[in-house]
């Protein structure tokens, strides 16, 4: 009797179950209280269109101008004007080297001058003083030549004095260490009291230009080739160089804010990397961008032509197609 009951329970919950099943699938409104939602298709369709051909290359920042400024005369450096890491103007005084070694020698180098024109000038005496007596025969004709020969020398030496002096002025001017461009000043190298020298060129100090600013990056020599190909075949169109945009991402992953351009490509090859360089040029008003820095640069090397891409379709909205429940849940 008890198994009875139990197989008659069993069999009418099998029976309760599939009468439930059958309910939900029907789309009874008043079974379900609502009507099942129907599943959402989105077509989209293949097309080919133009699309950017971006390129990103690592590079490193660059100064546009770099002089290194040494030591032209030897002698003691005697004080620093400048405040290291600031902006200087060309011909601003940078150091100032002990003068008065150039100073004597300069004065040296002007009575030697001196000493020159008084002999030029006897010279010209004893010509003009020659030239009546040699008519009358008074002169022979070999004192009027060597008189002659000697004012020619006379000459001769007062415009070496000349030289001479010219030189040693410009050796003084070179005590007066000046900015030979407009930037900004990095660390000095030597401090007051140290002995410099011209034949070892030392290092004073460091000028940089720092806006605008290089960007240098390198490129393979195959990806260069690739390029040139496809722009050849008609595969990629692009600009002329000085118009192709760049777009810098900086060392902590944020954007630079103003775009550069390319102004120059090497036509040489590293032979022991196998890359090339190329070269942009940004405006660095707000000097974020200093020399040695390492970004990435997007580089916008002209347009694919007829590449793939997905489009919707011709009525640009999404379609609506009923699926039925068992449909759906066999999928």
Not at 26 to 53: K, L
Not at 236 to 264: Q, T, W
Request: glycine share 6%; charged share 20%.
């Amino acid at each position: 009797m008890l198994i009875d009951r139990f197989r008659h329970q069993l069999a009418a919950t099998a029976v309760l179950t599939s009468v439930a099943m059958l309910t939900a699938c029907s789309g009874d409104d008043t079974a379900q209280g609502r009507a099942a939602p129907e599943p959402v298709v989105v077509i989209e369709a293949v097309t080919a269109q133009s699309v950017p051909n971006i390129v990103e290359l690592p590079g490193r920042i660059e100064a546009v101008r770099t002089a290194e400024v040494r030591a032209r005369v030897d002698g003691i450096v005697q004080r620093r004007l400048f405040e290291e890491g600031s902006d200087v103007r060309e011909g601003d005084v940078l150091f100032k080297i002990d003068p008065r070694q150039k100073q004597a020698r300069l004065a040296q180098a002007e009575a030697q001058l001196a000493r020159m024109i008084a002999t030029r000038d006897n010279a010209i005496q004893v010509v003009n003083r020659y030239a009546p007596l040699v008519a009358r025969r008074a002169v022979s004709a070999q004192e009027n030549d060597a008189a002659t020969a000697t004012l020619r020398q006379a000459e001769a030496d007062v415009a070496q004095a000349r030289a001479v002096v010219d030189n040693e002025r410009l050796e003084l001017a070179y005590t007066t260490v000046r900015a030979p461009l407009t930037g900004r000043v990095g660390k000095a190298a030597v401090t007051e009291g140290a002995l410099v020298s011209a034949a070892s060129a030392t290092l004073l100090t460091r000028i940089d230009q720092l806006n605008p600013v290089y960007v240098t990056f390198t490129q393979s020599s195959s990806d260069m080739i690739d390029l040139r190909q496809r722009l050849e075949s008609g595969a990629v169109s692009a600009p002329a160089m000085n118009l192709i945009e760049v777009r810098l991402i900086l060392a902590n992953g944020s954007k630079y804010g103003p775009v550069g351009h390319l102004d120059f490509a090497d036509l040489a090859v590293d032979p022991s990397t196998g890359s090339q360089i190329i070269r942009a040029r940004f405006d660095n008003a707000k000097l974020y961008l200093l020399p040695g820095q390492f970004v990435r640069g997007r580089i916008s090397a002209g347009v694919s032509q007829m590449a793939s891409a997905f489009h919707k379709g011709p009525s640009g909205s999404a379609s609506r197609k009923p699926v039925s429940c068992w449909s759906a849940r066999t999928a």
